[in-house]
Each structure stands twice: as C-alpha cells, then as structure tokens.
C-alpha cells in the first residue's frame, strides 16, 4: 500500500494498520518502523491514527468500514442536531440499546468514541454533486477550480496548511489547481488511482471500474492504487492513460485534451468514436438507455462536434450522424 498520502480517515480504515495499532508488537511492527524513519514528517499522523483506532475499539464484535462509515455519518447528524435533540433520555437510550443486536450496538459505541474527534474538526466532510444532465462549476477553499460533469460527485475533507489537499471522485471532472506558496499538493483519489498535482489543469473521469486521466497542461503523476509498488507515471501535456479495476493492463497514447473536457463548454467531440462507447457515454451523463433497431448501427462508429446542452439537440445530431432517425421512449432512446 502507498501509505505515503494516506489520510488519517484511510489509516484509521485500513485493515493492516488497525492490526498493528492494536498490536504494535505484531509482525508487521518493522514494517511500521520501517514506514516512521523513511518519512518522519509522517510520525504524528500515524501516531493520531493509531490513538483513534484503539479509542475507536469495540471488543463486543468486529466492525467491518462499512459500519464504521455508518456510524461517522450517524455522527455527523447527531452533532447537526439543535443541542436539545442531541442527547436522548436516559431511559429512551437504554430502550434502544436493548432493542438492538449487539453489531448495531457497537456501532453506537463507536459513533459516541468518535464525537470528540469530529467535534474537534478532524472529520469535516464536503460534498458536491451533480444530477443527470447537470454541470456545476465549484471553487475550492485554495482557489483552485473544479467543474463537475453529469452524474459526478466530487467529497473532500478539512485541509490543513502544509499538508496536501485531497479529494475524492466518482464520476467525471476537470481540474484547474492552483500552487499554492507551501507547495501543496493536490491530489485526486479514484479508486483505481491518485492523480498527485502541484499545479496544473487536466480532466479525470471514473466510471465503471475504470479511471481515465488526461492532462491539459502542467505535469501530474499517477499512482496505482492496487499496485503500490508500480513506479509512478509522470503525464505530459496531451497524454492520455486508461487505468482498469482489475488494472491488468494500463494504456497511454497521446491525445488532443480538448476533444475530452469539450463537454464544459456544452460539447461533445467524437473522433472515429465507436457507437458502444457512445450509448454509454448517454447513460452515464443522462441516464439514458440506447437500443438500436438496426443491428448494423452497433456497428458504427462516430466522427463530429454535436451540442449536449440540450438533451433532444444532441440525440437529434447522434442520429444524423448514423444516418439514421431516433425515437424516445420512456427511460430510453431507439436509434432506427
């Protein structure tokens, strides 16, 4: 694992890492000490990480990071709540702690280990999405700009001064960061990668087990998230790369930048593009399901410039570039 830019929320939810802060003698302590001389500036995150974990215990049952982000989320509304519906009467706790299995029970032991921790600021959440067919343009506490395609969500987390900037994406955007005076990083998490920046503009999309990073202008490096010991890749203005889930292969060619974030002036820009690919793109960004009549069509691939602004527009120019016609039907779209 590339523990080197993880959080102090992906520690804490790290398997490995719990093991070892409640077990610091464990097998993995030289891996540990190991991790503490290569980057002291590390030593305080890791050591607050390893605190939380062993604050976070719950002996009764284990927890799995599903239940844990259950629980922070509980947390976050129970500390939203006005002061006079926080805290629940005596009498009233002790019903429902007897009305729940025990899973659920230490689940509520957690969310109250953990008040202090997020009342203190070190879990504050931002989120920000977009509906189908929505773009929306957001402003970073940095300065730095991002502009969420359709169906995308962007979350970060509260930031602080000399440490990198994290975000997390499911979905499509396009990034213009800004350097910062410390020289913070910047970095954006998939699943599948972490897109590390100083500053620099560049468009990363991830849906369907795969993450697609283009860089505009500037100079990024990739990390692969399942494989940490790979040598990062350093992107050049114009490069494309193509990271699977199963990441078997990666793939790198050399693009025109535009012609992938075209979409943020309302656009899209198909070269030699195939049909599949594009029914795709329809449901991802409008929620659309594409049939084709002509079995032949599915064949096809697609060249030109069409306008996504308005949804009838851009179906309307899909199917005069198949030579074809287009019906909607409810949910979806029949190119004939």
Do not use: C
């Not at 509980?74 to 899973?103: E, K």
């Not at 402003?139 to 001064?161: H, I, Y």
């Not at 535009?258 to 820009?269: I, N, P, R």
């Not at 851009?314 to 190119?335: K, P, S």
């Amino acid at each position: 694992m590339n523990y080197e830019n993880f959080t102090l929320e992906e520690l804490v939810l790290d398997d490995a890492f719990r093991a070892w802060a409640l077990q610091p003698d464990a097998d993995s302590a030289p891996f540990w000490e190991a991790f503490l001389r290569t980057y002291p500036a590390k030593r305080d995150l890791v050591h607050e990480a390893a605190r939380l974990v062993r604050l976070l215990r719950v002996k009764e049952v284990p927890i799995n990071e599903a239940e844990i982000r259950w629980a922070l989320l509980r947390m976050r509304q129970v500390i939203d709540r006005p002061a006079a519906q926080a805290i629940p009467r005596r009498g009233r706790l002790r019903r429902l702690m007897a009305a729940r299995s025990f899973r659920v029970a230490a689940a509520l032991s957690l969310l109250l280990g953990t008040w202090a921790w997020a009342y203190l600021g070190y879990w504050q959440p931002v989120r920000y999405d977009t509906a189908y067919g929505e773009l929306r343009r957001v402003e970073l506490p940095d300065g730095s700009v991002v502009t969420l395609n359709a169906n995308s969500e962007l979350r970060s987390f509260r930031w602080k001064p000399g440490k990198p900037r994290e975000v997390y994406l499911d979905g499509e955007a396009f990034f213009e960061i800004t350097h910062q005076p410390d020289h913070a990083r910047f970095i954006v998490h998939t699943p599948d990668v972490s897109v590390e920046v100083l500053g620099t503009t560049f468009n990363v999309s991830r849906r369907h087990e795969r993450t697609r990073v283009v860089l505009n202008s500037g100079r990024v490096r990739l990390y692969l998230e399942k494989q940490p010991a790979a040598k990062p890749i350093v992107l050049q203005p114009g490069d494309l790369v193509d990271v699977s889930a199963e990441q078997s292969r990666v793939v790198r060619r050399v693009v025109r930048p535009f012609d992938y974030s075209a979409w943020q002036q309302h656009k899209l820009v198909f070269d030699n593009t195939p049909i599949a690919e594009v029914a795709q793109l329809l449901e991802d960004t409008y929620g659309l399901t594409v049939r084709f009549d002509d079995p032949t069509l599915a064949q096809r691939r697609l060249s030109g410039t069409v306008p996504s602004r308005n949804r009838q527009v851009l179906l309307n120019a899909i199917a005069t570039l198949l030579d074809g016609r287009m019906e909607e039907q409810e949910g979806g779209v029949v190119f004939k």
